[in-house]
């Protein structure tokens, strides 16, 4: 590689401010969707009994989903 085939890429200060400004934009994006999620959405179940929990929260709008909670809940119980 040469100096006359080397390509330097200058931001221009615009392009620049409009990349912080987009990180910043999505940072808040998702610190408001996280408001709006339920608190079981943001962890994990710890433990069968939690495990139980999202079941019920999944009954009515995804009953197999809660089916294999629950099946998965059961195995830890026994």
């Not at 939690?50 to 909670?69: C, G, K, N, R, V």
Request: no cysteine; glycine share 2%; proline share 4%.
């Amino acid at each position: 590689m040469t100096v006359t085939t080397m390509t330097f890429r200058h931001t221009s200060t615009f392009d620049a401010i409009a990349w912080h400004a987009e990180r910043a934009l999505a940072a808040g994006a998702r610190a408001v969707a996280g408001l709006f999620q339920p608190a079981d959405h943001r962890s994990q179940p710890r433990n069968a009994q939690e495990l139980l929990a999202w079941a019920e929260q999944y009954e009515a709008t995804q009953p197999s989903y809660a089916a294999d909670l629950r099946a998965v809940a059961q195995k830890h119980l026994d």
